[in-house]
Nanobody, 125 residues
Framework: QVQLVESGGGLVQAGGSLRLSCAASGRTFSSYHMGWFRQAPGKEREFVAA????????TYAGSVKGRFTISRDNAKNMMYLQMNSLKPEDSAVYACAGQPGGPWYPERPDKYDYWGQGTQVTVSS
């Protein structure tokens, strides 16, 4: 079992930065692939970034590649999303999610078993 809690959201001006954290409880964290998704009002949930269970592989949505960096520290049961050069279109509720290790489907929300409640990110223009 894994429980996930996000933090670090807030209000930031365009061009600014935020770092989101995802704290996990449970002994199985290190065996899970992890990802970040976001959802803005009136839009579908959108894949943002994902990282393999070991942290050796990462993948990003094209809209955030080069601006966001996903990382994890399995020893601390933590995952992070560093967001730089933020744009108003990045505004959304960001949620972290866990997917069982093995075959990896980073962009498929239906493959993730565990989800946090989400944290609001608002980027003003």
């Amino acid at each position: 079992q894994v429980q996930l809690v996000e933090s670090g959201g807030g209000l930031v001006q365009a061009g600014g930065s935020l770092r989101l954290s995802c704290a996990a409880s449970g002994r199985t964290f290190s065996s899970y692939h992890m990802g970040w998704f976001r959802q803005a009002p009136g839009k579908e949930r959108e894949f943002v970034a994902a990282i393999s269970w070991s942290g050796s592989t990462t993948t990003y949505a094209g809209s955030v590649k080069g601006r966001f960096t996903i990382s994890r520290d399995n020893a601390k049961n933590m995952m992070y999303l560093q967001m730089n050069s933020l744009k108003p279109e990045d505004s959304a509720v960001y949620a972290c999610a866990g997917q069982p290790g093995g075959p990896w489907y980073p962009e498929r929300p239906d493959k993730y078993d565990y989800w946090g409640q989400g944290t609001q990110v608002t980027v003003s223009s």
